[in-house]
């Protein structure tokens, strides 16, 4: 069965936007970005002219609007995970969209970008890969500095503030946060390129990928009076801190409790926790995620981590019609790294096997599209997987978690560096 499918064609050469198209990107950017009162603070771009690189991190949808606000009226060619083409990949590649299936090392998509500089282009990146799950950097890939060398180009990056506040990955209502602020800043000329080794490169990069949404919010005091703000929480916070169960979270209205211990904690307008028994552990979201990734090493460390065997649903998706029903199986995630089997509608077998060393990090869904739940998305250069796991007794956080501890641990173990912030 899956021999049979149609794949997406990586290797057409990216389009260039149109003329007629540029201000309507604008165009449809504008009344979001203006709604949220979005400010631009530019240093070193004022006068900055395509070709050249642009970084930006990833917290919502809003992050594209941002952009292509700031670079108007440049033209971009737009770096965008498979599923984004899901019926309308001729739209997107004529406005410059370039598919990619994420975590893969993909050199058909270093051509493309070469061919964006080329054409005299914006070349933009979100090297993070996937929407940030608590509106703090995620890892950034190592080869980045190498991309920035090769490209010999101008590089800037964009970063944004209060997209994940206003609509976070585990609950994507939109809380009215304004105003948003992003800054849009010249890292590297094509000299300082070639003055710097990839390891400064990326160590630089790193530092001007710094952020924390939390944090900014309660800097500048912007409250979130939405009743459910704290909903959807718990696919982020999934341990308890005060009794230790995992996968025992839940989240109400403003409200994040364990049905395991029944203890209470809640959200403010300013997103900060309070347990309602006095006592509390973390009241900054990121510190409790990060705490959770502190116990996940430590099982990686023991040589003890594992998911236990899953049962699992499969969709594949091989190119941008809509996804398609691979079949059951089952899915295994431990020191390993992900294994994944199962039988399709005609009782052939399939199988994708993610080795540690294959994937520094992954991409995870919750709910994915508000009814098909969370899921696993596993890739190759052909392929996208999106594995829903059934039962309660997992947390697709902390598989994503672990595959970046299991990645860190194979390079430590292997003798390579491991730099806070890349893999």
Known sequence: MAQNFTRFDMKIPPVRTKWYLRPL????????TAKHGSIIRRDGTEGLKPPYLMLCNHNAFMDFKVATRAIFPARANYVVAIDGFIGREKLLRNVGCICKRKFTNDVTLVRQLKRVIENGDVAMVYPEARYSLCGTTAVLPESLGKLCKMLGVPVAVLICHGHHVNSPFWNLHDRGVKPIEAEFRLLFTPEELKGLDT??????????????????????GIR?????????LHKVLYQCPYCGAEFKMDSKGAKLFCKACG??????????LSADDGNT???HIPDWYEWERANVRKEVEAGTYSSGELQVTVDTLPNAEKFIRLGEGTMVHDMNGFTVRGTDADGDPFEMIKPVPSLYSCHIEYEYLGKFGDCVDLNTLEDTWYIYPKGSDFA??????????????HRKAAGKPCRPGLA
């Open 224 to 232: 979130t009076p939405y009743e459910g703000r704290a909903e959807g």
């Open 396 to 409: 697709v956080t902390k598989m994503a978690l672990a595959t970046e501890e299991l990645y860190s641990a």
């Open 281 to 283: 552990e973390f009241s």
């Open 25 to 32: 990107t604008f165009l449809l950017s504008w009344p979001d």
């Open 263 to 272: 203890k209470i904690w809640t959200m403010s307008e300013l997103s900060e």
């Open 199 to 220: 390891d400064e490169i990326n160590s630089r990069l790193v530092e001007a990928f710094q952020y924390d949404d939390f944090a900014w919010q309660k800097e500048k």
